[in-house]
């Protein structure tokens, strides 16, 4: 890239990051801007906070652990638990680092339980992705971060080896592990964007989780996503994702522009960010 | 168009008899006919010949949406991928080889480092890892290493170098993979591969 471009393109991402919070803020949203620097105490590490660490660039100093923010919810979440935030909306920008690479986040948040604003929130991300970055959305995932909770035992969740092949959708060692019979195992045998129907059809229990997910899935077709898939295996990241969790993915493009959910920490929140 | 890592070499043979045991000509003419290539372009789909041990690199990077590779690659390395499902060639196994059997093995050279940690840990019994690139029976032969940790496949090898299987661990075959975003962004074209590639 020579001078000139490489000029333009860091303007460019300057005035991108202004637009973002321009827009929002316009549309009724309040500005958060937080330390990149997380100070943590030992003695109240949770094991969220935890599980994160070894994600994140970490150190020491006069007896605290200090670590870069890695994840914008977490920070919310984790400035929430400890000071009030009297908005119900709000919109930030700024870097995120894990242990290899930097990127940079502009994100929403809105901190109430009520679907219908949640839901507004996605609309409008969904619009500025399309209407103003001019990035047609292909595909998006719906996933509901309670639906394994109910398949498996608290032993079988709670087993890392299980974690694992089901992040990975290895079917063939998962079944070696729970034995043929187990419900999952006939689930995973279902190509991606049948597994809703499937447990639709063949798990009543879980009714109520699919028609969430529907319910989700609507406003995206509305919004002239091509493909909308249900992910019926999602284990959630974080102890406080216990709801819906969405990703947009942009034309030809592998790494979601866009991911987010419900969560419920300190209370129920929605919370989506664009990856740039 | 979709992406597909593949591993050079032996691998790569198994998989071009396995196409034409599928009957998936166009792929197994255009595989064949490489001499030095590394990139092979067809309408559909892309392949990268790349080394074994780096086709999950390619699929976790996203620069690949599928990969086929060992289970024992995977094994060793901690991506994040979606390990889809088995492939009927690549059949081996790990084990332990060493000249003699004994009570304990305190010190093993391997590729493995990771795998042979975990087998070490699983029976409780401390270790002490040499970690080298090749020639990895050498260090049992001159008492480097009280043994190796190793794939076998006939056993051809260990034999002529003085050592014997001793334990017999987990079984290896090829295994398809795909990057976790790819699986989804282009999932009725993995899904079409994945039909297509399915054992009978």
């Known amino acids: ?276 | 168009m979709i992406t597909i890592a593949l591993s050079k070499g032996r691998q790569l043979k198994d998989f071009i008899n396995y196409l034409e045991e599928k009957e998936l000509t166009d792929w197994s003419s255009a595989l064949n006919a490489i001499s030095r290539e590394l990139v092979v372009e067809l309408p559909d789909v892309r392949f990268l010949l790349v080394k074994g041990e780096d086709v999950p690199v390619y699929v976790e990077e996203g620069v690949a949406d599928l990969g086929i590779t060992g289970s024992d690659v995977l094994f060793e390395q901690d991506r994040q991928i979606n390990n889809l499902m088995d492939l009927p060639f690549g059949y081996c196994h790990f084990a332990v080889a060493a000249k003699a059997p004994q009570d304990t093995y305190p010190v093993v050279a391997t590729k493995y480092v990771n795998f042979t940690k975990n087998y070490f840990d699983s029976i409780m019994q401390p270790v002490k890892i040499i970690q080298l690139k090749g020639s990895v029976e050498l260090a049992a032969t001159i008492d480097m290493a009280d043994a190796i940790m190793d794939i076998v496949q006939t056993g051809t090898t260990l034999k002529e170098n003085g050592l014997y299987e001793q334990i017999q661990l987990d079984e290896i075959n090829a295994r398809l993979i795909s990057n976790k975003h790819a699986y989804f962004a282009k999932n009725d074209e993995i899904q079409t591969i994945m039909n297509q590639l399915r054992m009978n």
Do not use: C
């Open chain 1, 1 to 276: 890239m020579n001078t000139t471009s490489l000029n333009k393109s860091i303007l460019h991402q300057k005035k991108q990051e202004l637009d973002f919070l321009h827009h929002f803020h316009g549309l009724g949203y309040d500005l958060i801007d937080l330390s990149a620097i997380e100070k943590f105490d030992w003695t109240t590490l949770s094991s969220d906070d935890l599980g994160l660490m070894t994600e994140r660039h970490k150190w020491q100093h006069e007896g605290a652990l200090y670590a870069l923010r890695s994840d914008w919810t977490n920070a919310i979440v984790r400035y929430r638990q400890k000071y009030q935030l009297h908005s119900e909306t709000i919109a930030y920008s700024g870097p995120i680092y894990t242990l290899t690479t930097e990127k940079h986040q502009y994100g929403l948040e809105t901190f109430t339980g009520d679907v219908n604003k949640q839901m507004a929130v996605l609309k409008q991300m969904v619009n500025y992705i399309k209407d103003t970055l001019t990035l047609p959305l292909s595909v998006a995932v719906i996933s509901h971060n309670t639906l394994l909770k109910n398949l498996l035992s608290e032993t079988e969740l709670n087993d890392a080896l299980t974690r694992k092949y089901i992040q990975e959708r290895n079917r063939d060692a998962l079944k070696a592990k729970l034995g043929e019979e187990h419900p999952i195992i006939d689930l995973m045998a279902q190509p991606a964007a049948e597994q809703a129907n499937y447990v639709k059809t063949n798990m009543p229990h879980l009714k109520r989780h699919i028609e969430e997910m529907n319910h989700w899935e609507k406003i995206l077709i509305e919004e002239k996503v091509s493909y909308v898939y249900g992910d019926m295996l999602a284990l959630p990241s974080q102890s406080y994702y216990k709801g819906i969790s969405i990703q947009l993915y942009a034309e030809d493009q592998v790494e979601p522009i866009a991911s987010g959910g419900q969560y419920s920490s300190p209370s129920n929140a929605f919370g989506i960010g664009l990856n740039i």
